[in-house]
């Protein structure tokens, strides 16, 4: 790059308020995400479906729609609005203290995350069988410590 091109990206830095460099980062960031996500998606066949408008059935703003659903079902509306970041009218009588919203976040945070869950789902079903049989065996071991006792208690 020569000389010429520098001063003017420096002139250019100058001249341009915080908010201005903030704004254009988070959009070149947003760009730069948005691009790197549609490259992995076409290269898996499995993601890389079409909406019947032809729009790609996974991006980022499919992201946002599945989780204000998420969080609407676990929680609120007004909640997953706010989290989003969105600001209405709505929400300018909502007020949730930092705190309270972090407590209210981690109770629907399980809606939210993305794992494979059906091995551990399946030893959770396999460990409440387990625990339902175990305590019939206690409940039955029981009935018969109380019978025992029955039995000694008649013949002392």
Do not use: C
């Not at 980062?25 to 992995?40: D, F, P, Y």
């Not at 981690?106 to 993305?114: A, F, H, Q, R």
Request: no cysteine.
């Amino acid at each position: 790059m020569d000389k010429k091109n520098i001063r003017i990206l420096e002139d250019n830095l100058k001249t341009t308020t915080k908010e201005d460099r903030y704004a254009k980062s988070v959009l070149a960031t947003n760009h730069n995400l948005e691009k790197q996500l549609s490259n992995r998606i076409k290269n898996i066949p499995q993601l890389n479906a079409k909406n019947e408008n032809g729009r790609s059935s996974i991006h980022f703003h499919a992201f946002r729609a599945w989780f204000k659903t998420q969080i609407t079902d676990a929680h609120q509306s007004n909640f997953a609005e706010a989290l989003m970041g969105h600001k209405s009218l709505r929400l300018l009588y909502y007020r949730q203290n930092d705190k309270v919203r972090a407590k209210t976040y981690l109770d629907v945070e399980y809606t939210v995350t993305i794992s494979y869950t059906e091995k551990i789902d399946r030893n959770y079903s396999d460990m409440q069988k387990d625990n339902s049989e175990l305590r019939g065996i206690v409940d039955s071991l029981s009935r018969q410590i109380n019978s025992l006792e029955r039995k000694i208690e008649i013949n002392n």
